[in-house]
């Protein structure tokens, strides 16, 4: 009792010279809201016997009320280091952008721009039309349409093309996508009526041909980007699901999920469709996302016969999923590298870091650790040692890229602690446990994170807190 009489007032604390500083900075609600906060966090301690005298002194707590409201007008969103090795880490924001695409987006965001203007005539244009002819002129398509995401994309096909009406699909390929989001439930959303065929292994030609009615708007084949089905399988190839549509007047759409606009049969055991591969077998809409393999902002992209993706853009939905001008801008200054693969290659984040060759990746490793080592105390040890990164964000599951893993072991510290202590750093680090150690993936760190990187790991010498 004595203890809870001693907790200091709002009113006291607040002419503490800490707190003086603080209304300087923030509002005097924000700051009397971190106090009562505090206090009340202290009296909770209190009851629970967790309370020492020191905590209820008036500088004490004045302290805490300052890093409590800090904490709180500090943004949610967050810089982060990815050393976990998954390249395109869907919680992580999947890709990072090229650098190409910086002083667009700065002039999207901070100036006013043709979004919706035609210079040329000088009458309302439309957004769409921006980055159209540049997905033609890479995938060999004769329109496109860009959305907020590839679910968005396939809903938005099926709205326009096939509502109320039979849409046939593979049973191995009624996929489910991050957030249990499936496919069976994103047709219905669209209005068409699901037709299975085949079984879970095994879909033929026969099967799709037999099902095929008056009634069937769409032959839809989904790429299984984030699964692999192995052993005794049959499945239908776009080319021939495409001649069957031709043959009997039936559109044929494929849902890449993942779509790639380079080759990346370099990569061993590497099968991705190439986007442009699927227009040249006569597919008829194609869609993919643009966060993915293509290593650009989140977008669903459309691609396809001209006349389908009319009906696409006359559909009421599509303003309901329309890209705004940021993702616009930074597409556009992505796609634009591929138009010659190598600069692609070169400047996409996504695919450097899928194709950086082991030897690249072992110079960089040992580079790392010496800049490292000589930037936190000795007593921290670091090793690499040869281990797995993943492509993650749902493609190329089965994939598993050879790289360098840095090891860190703090005396006195478990794993799981060290792991904890690098997630709170001011910009966190992220890694990953394997068998009791921490790593950091060398693969998906940044040559100019190191610095960032060795204050982290500075922080977590006994003695350092």
């Not at 281990?387 to 510290?413: A, D, H, K, M, W």
Request: proline share 5%.
């Amino acid at each position: 009792m004595s203890l809870l009489k001693n907790i200091p007032k709002v009113d006291k604390i607040l002419q503490t010279e800490p707190v003086r500083e603080l209304l300087e900075k923030h509002s005097r609600g924000a700051v009397v809201a971190a106090i009562r906060t505090v206090l009340e966090e202290i009296r909770q301690s209190v009851l629970d016997n967790r309370a020492a005298p020191s905590d209820l002194a008036e500088d004490a707590v004045a302290e805490r009320v300052a890093t409590s409201c800090t904490a709180a007008s500090a943004a949610s969103l967050r810089r982060v280091i990815n050393g976990t090795g998954i390249i395109i880490h869907t919680n992580l924001g999947r890709s990072i952008l090229p650098e190409a695409a910086r002083e667009p987006l700065l002039n999207a965001a901070f100036n006013p721009t043709n979004l919706e203007f035609d210079l040329k005539s000088g009458e309302r244009g439309s957004r769409y039309e921006h980055i159209a002819d540049l997905l033609c002129e890479l995938t060999g398509a004769e329109a496109a349409l860009v959305v907020n995401n590839n679910a968005a994309a396939v809903l938005l096909a099926l709205s326009a093309l096939a509502a109320g009406r039979e849409v046939i699909v593979s049973r191995g390929e009624l996929v489910e996508i991050g957030g249990s989001f499936r496919i069976p439930e994103v047709m219905a959303q669209g209005g068409a009526i699901l037709r299975e065929v085949g079984t879970t292994n095994r879909t033929h030609l026969r099967d799709y041909r037999g099902a095929i009615s008056p009634a069937t708007a769409l032959l839809l084949k989904v790429h299984t980007s984030n699964y692999a089905i192995l052993g005794f399988t049959s499945v239908v190839e776009p080319a021939a699901l495409a001649d069957l549509g031709d043959e009997l007047n039936v559109p044929v759409m494929v849902d890449l999920g993942s779509g790639s606009l380079v080759d990346l049969s370099r990569l061993p055991g590497c099968r991705e469709p190439h986007v442009r591969e699927l227009i040249r077998e006569r597919v008829d809409v194609v869609t993919f996302s643009g966060d993915k393999l293509l290593g650009g902002p989140q977008a669903g992209i459309i691609i396809g016969r001209r006349d389908l993706i009319q009906l696409m853009k006359q559909h009421p939905l599509l303003r309901a999923l329309r890209i705004d001008k940021l993702t616009l801008a930074a597409l556009e200054a992505t796609l634009r590298l591929y138009r010659d693969e190598r600069q692609a290659l070169a400047e996409v984040p996504t695919l450097c870091r899928l194709m950086i060759p082991e030897a690249e990746l072992s110079r960089r490793a040992n580079s790392f650790l010496r800049r490292l080592r000589r930037g936190i105390p000795a007593d921290i040890a670091l090793a690499l040692q040869k281990g797995t990164s993943q492509v993650g964000g749902g493609s190329l599951p089965l994939l598993e890229l050879p790289t360098i893993l840095l090891s860190v072991s703090v005396p006195g510290r478990s794993a799981a602690q060290v792991e904890s202590l690098l997630r709170l750093s001011p910009v966190p680090v992220l890694g990953r446990i394997n068998k009791g150690t921490f790593f950091l993936d060398t693969r998906t760190i940044k040559e100019d994170e190191i610095p960032t990187i060795a204050s982290a790991l500075a922080a977590l010498a006994p003695g350092a807190q």
